[in-house]
């Protein structure tokens, strides 16, 4: 920054300006959850609450009912979720952005004046002029619960029926010998728990992921980790529906239940090689990465977890999953099938999409045109068409929720498809 308050210098954070601005925007979201979360479940709740008849509302505010007071506890919870979502704003903007400022922008007497790293990431922000769209507004929103399911004490449960039966099967393949050496792949890593938890057991691990929210907010809580319960989560504390108490809508989580990296130095004891050089996250679209020639037969096993839905097209997956796995190599798999496209435009892929080449569709990874729904059986018979022994497949005999509340009056449960398959 310089005299007069401007800010002057170089700015190239990516070089893809559409990248740029959906990184923005991204950043954006992060930044803004404290705002939008007041307007969206405090400020609009008082106002409709002070629409009703006086007498209506006078009755509800007055005790046991207090619902300003509980407006005003949500506030309070709002603040504490908020929290995590700014460090999440900063590592973000600290990894992407701020390596491509210029140093006298970040350390200016006007930066100086500005105080926390925070307030000057956000005058910076500002003056790029990008906002969060509504989808990115939602996905941070998603994503700080997510935390709930990946790094509490509370979740552990939730977690525990789907990675335990992946860290078992890895287990039984893998027994005793030194797993530094075994290259296992998670696409669609998320909050990475499942990558911390491969290392921890010996794995070379590698996460993938395709979303900004998901990686900056799995780069927190795995490389800027401070303490055990570091942030305090109310997960589902914003939605006002089925809750049987207010101390049950209230109800908080501290984030995370273990320190990533002291639990890590800790299993790397006696290891050939420390877990810290056995972990590993790509940023990019898994059919595009894990599709092409770089990553041939490179993996010993691969991991999907609650992933193989999001496919627009599966076999674009079965395609990366074997090209990128070792002959005899094992896909272990659970998770259900909630095709993630199924609200995606019918149509895509007619007339102006077919102009492509087969060459360029295929680069565009899931955005290419075309999108199928399968059912479970479907699913496994094609794994078996593209080279695979299926040698288990169990559906229904786990039930697990997503970032559920245990004492909601609603609970949706999911009854995941559990399979291994090994590549012939
Ligand atoms: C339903 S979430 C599951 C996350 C995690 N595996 C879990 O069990 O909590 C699916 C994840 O896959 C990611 N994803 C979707 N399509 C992807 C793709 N083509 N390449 C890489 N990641 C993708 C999403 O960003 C999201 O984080």
Redesign the pocket.
């Known amino acids: 920054m310089a005299e007069g308050g401007e800010w002057h210098g170089d700015y190239d954070p990516l070089a893809d300006p559409e990248e740029q601005k959906h990184l923005l925007s991204v950043l954006d979201s992060f930044r803004s959850y404290r705002r939008a979360a007041h307007y969206n479940a405090t400020h609009t709740r008082r106002q409709a609450f002070y629409s009703l008849p006086s007498e209506h509302w006078n009755l509800l505010a007055s005790p046991p009912f207090s619902v300003l007071d509980s407006l005003s506890q949500l506030d309070d919870l709002i603040d504490q979720n908020a929290k995590l979502a700014e460090a999440i704003f900063k590592v973000g903007f600290r990894s992407f952005i701020a390596p491509k400022l210029d140093r006298t922008i970040l350390f200016s007497p006007h930066a100086a004046k500005i105080g926390d790293e925070l307030q000057i990431y956000s005058t910076i922000l500002d003056k790029l002029g990008i906002k969060a769209t509504p989808t990115d507004l939602d996905k941070a929103r998603s994503c700080i619960n ?1 935390f709930y ?2 790094w509490s004490a509370e979740g552990a449960s939730e ?1 525990a029926v ?1 990675l335990s039966v992946v860290l078992s099967a890895l287990a039984a393949e893998f027994p005793s010998q030194d797993r530094s050496s075994v290259k296992v792949l ?6 990475g ?2 990558v911390f938890e491969l290392c921890a057991a010996g794995f070379a691990t590698e996460g ?4 900004y ?2 990686l900056i907010a799995s780069s927190l809580v795995l490389n800027h980790t401070r303490a055990v319960g570091e942030y305090t989560l109310a997960p589902f504390a914003l939605h006002g529906s089925n809750h049987r108490s207010r101390a049950d809508q209230f109800a908080t989580c501290k984030i995370p239940d273990v320190h990533p990296g002291k639990a890590l130095e800790e299993a790397s004891k006696g290891a050939s090689v420390h877990a810290f050089d056995r972990m590993s996250m790509t940023a ?4 595009v990465l894990y599709g092409s020639k770089e990553t041939e037969e490179t993996f010993q096993a691969v991991a999907t ?3 193989i839905d ?2 627009p097209n599966v076999i674009r997956y079965v395609e990366a999953v074997k090209n990128c796995l070792v002959k005899g190599g094992l896909w272990v798999n659970i ?1 259900p099938l909630l095709w ?1 496209h199924a609200d995606r435009s019918r149509g895509s892929g007619s007339h102006g999409e077919e102009t492509k080449s087969e060459a360029q569709t295929k680069d565009a ?2 955005g290419e045109p075309g999108s199928v729904e399968l059912t479970d059986q479907e699913v496994v018979k094609l794994v078996e068409h593209f080279g695979f022994v299926v040698e288990k497949h169990e559906t229904g005999t786990t039930e697990t929720g997503y970032i559920q509340n245990p004492r909601s009056m609603l609970l949706s449960v999911y009854r995941p498809s559990f399979w291994i398959a090994r590549k012939k």
């Open positions: 997510q399911r990946d977690r789907v998670v696409p669609g890593a998320g909050l728990r499942l993938n992921e395709l979303s929210h998901a990019a679209d898994f059919c977890v609650f992933f999001t496919a998770g993630h990874g899931i």
